[in-house]
């Protein structure tokens, strides 16, 4: 049994920042029916024929992100540029519980599938829409991708060292986090039609998701006047809150190998003086946190020498044995082939795509004691399943959707 | 954003029992109207120590922490150690729709108050536990905290500098826990729903260790689909393959991120004329390359190593976005490049959103009220614009034990009763 197998979405979604949203709701049972346009194959989606690749073949449909993204949808193609497609498209919405896209504000207004248009259609629909900027405000026209939504909501400044650039986060963070707003919107609001009856059209602004996600530090500038932009700030690596040290990442042997240690309290430290058996340890300077965090610079270089010339997964190992939370900074190898907890998990699913073969991809973290989630069909192929949405739920024949195709609707 | 309409879990109760690690999750429900009653133990959850404080004044209602991770929650303390703390916790777990907690693995079994203990006299309960590595198997008992979940999940690895010298990067701002947590507020949504149709319950296990592997994009999937690892670079994505820097110090001093250059004709007419608005096409060298960029077809960039002319016009675009930033403060960058259709942003500082035009627009910092110290503070405001069931800060995070009366009163206990168990510690 699926948690959501009840629900249809009409989905219009696209990258990670509004794919991942309807991947989470496929994943739970949702019949989700992703629609692209056949006239310029599929690529509102630029991940489609982008790598990573199996192999050596190449195409629309072999874009390894893109099949990541919407493993368990239906694929289907509809022009609507055409008024045949619009009035599928129509047809579509009035058996659909939710329609959600995230294209630039106003698209699918300007294709006349305006909120307004679609409550005529069916008037409990929910419609989430999900841009950088929102659909209202003066930036509404403003363009963005996952970089420019952490820039633009502190999230990329405070992801850095002191003395250097912001180091920005190295992915789009926010292509993930704000895929799971989209999705926590979406069940927010079906969760409002089941009590009321009542649809609506969420707006949902990637930056102001993320600037939610700040953490304590918008308070401390509006309660006591301290901007997060000040010197020798941010220390990303480093913990004020709570205050904690040594807290960092330092090096260990090898190329670009590093392990993260966080001493929480004076336990902590008490712990790790009894692994590192080095003359620093024994400083009475360094007994309590305040007095560690006194000298932090020092003390960081005392444990960056030590860790310098250690292997870093015994290391973390005898650390965490002894109660300190350390790990190594572990490379997508380590974390996903040799991790005995991603695999007992089962976190990386094997699909099948039609035409990649069997593909692990990122599963979901959790897991449901009665209505666990599965993964086991790839991203459709481009207008793979028109044959079962226009015929299996809107009831076309075989003649009709032949035509349809001739005439380049699907 | 601050309409009195209930939001869209109005009526729905919930039940926190987090640490550090959950307190996230039960305020994205409580924000969406859900009644959300947080269990503190009698001297206080620990993040109420935590740093810093209003005025820099500690104390158990001034934990700026505390503040942000628990609005629009209710506050009651129980001694769990205690069997009568423990009775009453059922008795609260049997009045609510959804439990959350981010004990340590073992914890709630122990006190008598896991799903198997909670489910028979309330079927219909949602139980969710988020825990760093799982409640039982490989790793569960690991200490970890933020930063060690985002360097053993996979984000710190993509997160740095184009100098592998300097250490790879913890994301700002708690996104370890933020991460674990959204998934908890998915997981319970979809079980709700289920829920609404079944009216069944059923318990739920959040990995944060797992969020954070599933929420490294390229990270990941190049190496599940090609067996490839990515390299982290300075503010941009970690590639296989290395890319132009993309972030530009601005006359001000703030940074900006110049996104995508310029590589059709009419991107490098607007360019130029941007020079030009601004007095410095003269100045600027390469320009003649530019009037070439708008000259010729959309730059195919698979072609940029064996066409020296073409690579020098599209180096000129990128050098062109520099030379602007550098003679421009960063929001004069950012609004000119965006009026002209280029996806470039301004490197904010946190608190630098709060002041935004089009944050300020929207509504997004809201004011909530501190009556214990007589005034309003700004917050960051709704994550999502929900007219008809709208996000809101119903009221600010609450007193240590200041709901003890109410909660504990509406399951039936006498003033008597309470005063008794604040005699025995029970309660604070």
Redesign the interface.
Known sequence: ?A??S??RICDFTGQ?AGAGATK??AA?GAQVIRIEDPTNMGRWDILRGL????DERRGINLG??F??HNVGKLGITLNLRTERGKELLRQLIAVSDVVSENFAAGVLDRWGFSYEAMCAIRPDIIYVSNCG??H????RD????????Q???????????PG??????????M???GA??M???I??????R???G?G??????C???A??????????????G????RPGL?N??R??????AP?????AAGE?N?I?I?C?HDGDWLALEGVAAEPWVADPAYATVAGRLQRQDELDAHVAAWTGTKDRFELAARL?AA???????????E??DD???????G??PEVHHTEMGC?????????????DWTMTRGAGCLGEHNAEVFGGILGLGAAEMDQLHAEGVI | MTTGAPGPLAGVRVLELCDERGAWAGKLLADAGAEVVKVEPPEGDATRGYPPFAGDVPGSARSLYFWHYNTSKRGVTLDLGQEAGRALFLRLADASDILIESQPPGRMAELGLDYPDLAPSNPGLIMVSITPFRRHGPRADEPATDLTLLAGGGPAWNNGYDDHTLPPVRGGGNQGYHTGCHYAVMSVLAALLYRDVSGEGQHIDVNMHAAANVTTEAGSYTWLVARQTVQRQTGRHAGVNLTQPTQVLCADGRYVNTGIPPRRPHEFKRVHEWLVTLGLLESFPLAPLLEAGMERERIDLSRLAEDSELAAIFGAGREAFDFIASHVDAYEFFSGGQARGFQVGIIYSPEEVLGDPHFVARGFPVEVEHPELGRAFTYPGAPYHMPKSPWRIRRRAPLLGEDNDAVFGALGLSPVELEELRAKNVIS
């Open positions: 049994m948690a959501l009840h629900l990670l989470f709701l739970m790598p990573p690749y199996v390894g992100a099949n990541n900027f929102g209202d405000g003066p930036y403003f363009k963005t991708w996952g970089p420019i939504v820039a633009m909501s502190g999230l990329t400044f405070s992801s850095g060292l250097q650039p912001p180091a920005g986060w190295g992915y789009s963070y292509d993930h986090t799971y707003y999705a926590i919107a069940m927010l609001a079906l969760r409002h089941n009590v009321t009542e609506q059209w969420v707006d949902l602004a930056t102001e998701a600037a939610t996600l700040n953490g304590p530090a918008l308070l401390d500038f509006t309660v006591n301290r901007p997060l932009r941010p990303a690596n913990s004020d809150s709570p205050p904690m807290h960092g990442i330092y090096p670009d590093w993260a966080a929480r965490r109660g300190v939370p350390a790990t190594a900074v572990q490379r997508p190898s974390r996903i991790d005995p907890n991603t695999a007992a998990w976190l990386w593909v692990r991809v990122d599963g979901l973290p959790v897991h449901f004691s009665k209505t």
